[in-house]
């Protein structure tokens, strides 16, 4: 079955410090990834997709099909950085994207 | 202000009743989509439509109906209403470019509350 794991539902760290969000998918094909994110109050909106390998706002996601991981990173955490972050993989490249259960990032300072 | 809009913003109602929330993009896009929020904040995609056209259908009970009177708007029509409905629901969309589709573009959510 398809579907992406997104292990921690709280990740809290300091500001400055690294910070990684784990993704690992489930999917035998060729997968689309993404990462979306939603800060407070706002919309969900798109971070950084893997078909791009872009840096987006300092952070970097690089696909892994051995380990069928997409872990996002940031090497200097910012407290503006504090949000709800979700994988997602569009298996059939419909549009249909299948969510991970979401991680709250809390950068502290 | 080009976006994603949705109304109502809040919906508190009761059990039994029937109720629709309305989505309107002005992005352009020929896809749009309703995604499902429970309270532990799992986002499920709910409903596709392309241009019109139902293109994803999960599974989800009869009573939910989406409608699309045009590929600007989608709505989501909800009948006999359960307290497992409460939750928050977003509608999204997208473009279809070659070899896929790109980025999602979301609403604001409807938060639905069944008493």
């Known amino acids: 079955a398809q579907r992406v794991t997104q292990p921690e539902k709280l990740l809290s760290v300091f500001k400055g410090a690294p910070v990684e969000l784990k993704c690992n998918y489930s999917y035998s094909g060729s997968p689309e990834l993404f990462w979306y994110v939603q800060y407070s109050r706002q919309r969900l909106q798109l971070l950084l997709r893997?078909?791009s390998r872009e840096s987006i706002k300092g952070f970097t996601a690089d696909l892994n099909k051995g380990e069928t991981s997409f872990h996002l990173k940031k090497p200097f955490a910012q407290e503006e950085d504090s949000a709800m972050y979700y994988c997602a993989l569009d298996p059939s490249n419909t549009g249909k994207l299948i969510f991970g259960q979401g991680t709250t990032l809390q950068v502290k300072p | 202000d080009t976006a994603v809009s949705q109304t109502p913003k809040y919906l508190v109602t009761q059990m039994g009743n029937d109720k629709s929330i309305k989505c309107e993009q002005n992005?352009?896009?020929?896809?749009m989509y309703w995604y499902k929020q429970d309270s532990k904040k799992f986002l499920k995609i709910m409903f596709s439509?392309?241009?019109?056209?139902?293109?994803i259908n999960e599974t989800v009970p009869n009573r939910f109906s989406p409608k699309s009177p045009d590929k600007a708007h989608l709505n989501l029509h909800i009948n006999s209403l359960e307290l497992g409905d409460s939750a928050v629901y977003f509608c999204a969309s997208s473009q279809r470019v070659a070899g896929g589709v790109d980025e999602q573009f979301f609403g604001p959510g409807t938060r639905l509350t069944v008493l």
């Open positions: 893997h078909i």
């Open positions: 992005l352009g896009h020929d896809t």
């Open positions: 439509y392309n241009n019109k056209e139902l293109i």
